[in-house]
């Protein structure tokens, strides 16, 4: 792929999941994914606007023989990638299904069972895919530094697991992460670094995340600042406005990657608080397409699937991970 140098790269990506998490249940088994017959309905993205989808697909997803042919489509008619995205609470092997309540942080399980967990995810993927899947993503934001091993010695190449502007109790801190992609330690068998390519958020002002965390102690107090202080252009977090400030706040920053995501049963009726009937499906769906149709026509942009960002990344000049604390 032809690509040069100047314009801002847009990665738009899914998390492609099973029903039920917006009403917090984590269901082992018995999961739902009639949502992502409906992600066709996004393949003009590709075709007639030129931003490629990056299908972050959880095993729930993976192993449904429907959705799998939903997948194969996005793949061989659209230019979709299918990327990794971990539920480890709905991955095999299980050791107890867990119905109600928040599962336990990645970083709290048995490692061994963590990592075959992955493993298992990865699998499915390369039997669909026919090739192994490079790019991933943990469900619920919940890598931390001693998990992303894990990653690289399964052969993923590229991360986009931090959320800047996010700090979790009980979790990862991803609060001063920057908003730009960069190189993390590890690598794969073969050598292959680690790029970490987070969602893009933004503060308003550069000095008030530093200075946020420094001020307060109190992890939901600190994790608030998510809602009032940052701009995004993820279209389930922010209006129309918002969206196309972050998009020209982040070019004019010199942002060289705008990484968008949201989750697939957002689109579908019912399937999360914001979408609780046809009407508001289709009106999300309208919000997107304007969405993307603006940034096509008034910022100079190259719409990128994850593993083509990572192909490019070592022309990039990213930087390693810069200082300072946290988890990203």
Known sequence: MNITPSPMRVVVSLDVEEEGLFSGRYAADGCGVRNVALLERLAPLSDELGFPLTLFCAHTVLTDTAACRVLERLRDRHGAE???HLHHWSTPPLDGPVVSGEPPRTHTLPRDLLRRRLATLLEAGRVFNGAPLTSFRMGRWDLKNSVRPLLAEQGVTLDSSVCPLRQHAGGPDHFLAPADPYWVDGATPDGTP???APITQLPLLRPLPALWRA???DIPRRDAFHFWGALSANPFWHGPRVMRAAA???HARGGKVLSIFWHSSEL???GSPQTPDQRAA????EKIFAFF???RDHLPTQGVTAAELRAEAPRM???HRPDGPGDW
């Open 317 to 319: 000049a990213f930087p």
């Open 282 to 285: 289709d009106a999300h769906y």
């Open 293 to 295: 149709r603006w940034l």
């Open 268 to 270: 579908m009726p019912g």
């Open 248 to 250: 020209r706040l982040h």
């Open 215 to 217: 001020l307060v102690r």
């Open 82 to 84: 299918i990327a990794a």
């Open 194 to 196: 680690l790029l970490e």
